[in-house]
């Protein structure tokens, strides 16, 4: 599948596979009473095959900016610049800029407890792993260990032609000293990470085959406005999936979860890990 920008997945809810009839709101526990911090912790105590997907509002406690928020990305950038494969071949030197510097910001982040949370749940038995749409690598510095990256990441480059290889630390070299990165062959080597306009990495196609025999999903830091990631939320809720929303803003699929947690996502986990006796040490 290919990764666009502005897809409503309230108007292609049909693609997601929700039988006609199903698409009544459930009526969701709100806010951090609670009983909502309650029913999350219950719905992931007894969940067998629980995975958490995750977006921008994870990292930015680590002080990754997101990209839609208040004070997001795409208010200083132009995203047809930065984040499209026809501006990466426009203007690769504007597409550089952008993406080295993200790169340096990633490398200096460290994961924050929000990430520590979705290990814990991971290796207590609460969670099969992680699908995140993040490129930064940080679940893993956390300590995850199965993390489906859907987006690519920022730990290499590829060749556009021959498909070679080339760690992140030796793109930003040759820009330094040519303004370009190019391969050996003579083409444009680009980051690792997933444009408007290109597919998806394989681990979506994994992430889809989870989702389908999953029995709750755990949705954290995510606008659900891009497809067809956003496309998981209904596709797991047609299932027969719990579903569990936590972010600080509305989501399109809010109605249909059975438990809204809105507010901050660190104070979140901080009191479902206290619930379900975490530690985020």
């Known amino acids: 599948m290919v990764l666009k920008q502005n897809d409503n997945p309230c108007r292609i809810w049909g693609q997601a596979g929700l039988p006609e009839g199903q698409g009544r709101p459930r009526l969701p ?15 992931l105590r007894e969940a067998q095959r629980a995975w958490a997907l995750t977006g921008a509002g994870v990292s930015t406690p680590s002080g990754i900016p997101d990209f839609r928020g208040p004070q997001g990305l795409w208010r200083t950038h132009n995203p047809e ?8 071949l426009r203007n690769p030197q504007a597409f550089y800029a952008f993406w080295l510097w993200r790169f340096q910001s990633m490398s200096q982040a460290q994961p924050n407890p929000v990430h520590r949370f979705l290990a814990a749940l991971e290796a207590r038995g609460f969670l099969k792993g992680v699908i ?20 690519g990441h920022v730990r290499s480059a590829s060749c556009l032609s021959c498909g070679a290889k080339y760690p992140m630390g030796w793109v930003a070299e040759e820009v330094e000293r040519t303004g370009l990165a190019r391969c050996s062959c003579g083409d444009l080597v680009k980051p690792d990470v997933v444009l408007f306009g290109e597919p998806l990495t394989p681990d979506f196609e994994v992430a889809q085959r989870e989702v389908a025999e999953a029995d709750l999903l755990f949705v954290l830091g995510t606008s659900l406005t ?6 998981l939320v209904p596709w797991a809720a047609s299932r027969g999936a719990r579903l569990i929303i936590a972010n600080a803003e509305p989501t399109p699929y809010d109605p249909y979860a059975d438990v809204l947690l809105r507010g901050d996502l660190v104070e979140t986990c901080t009191l479902l890990a206290r619930a379900l006796e975490v530690d985020l040490a």
């Open 29 to 43: 526990a709100m806010g951090f009473e609670p009983s909502a911090v309650r029913l999350a912790a219950r719905l």
């Open 81 to 88: 610049e930065v984040s499209t494969i026809e501006g990466f």
């Open 132 to 151: 995140t749409q993040n490129i930064d690598g940080l679940h893993q510095r956390a300590g995850s260990r199965r993390v489906l990256e859907v987006h």
């Open 226 to 231: 891009v497809w067809p990631v956003a496309g």
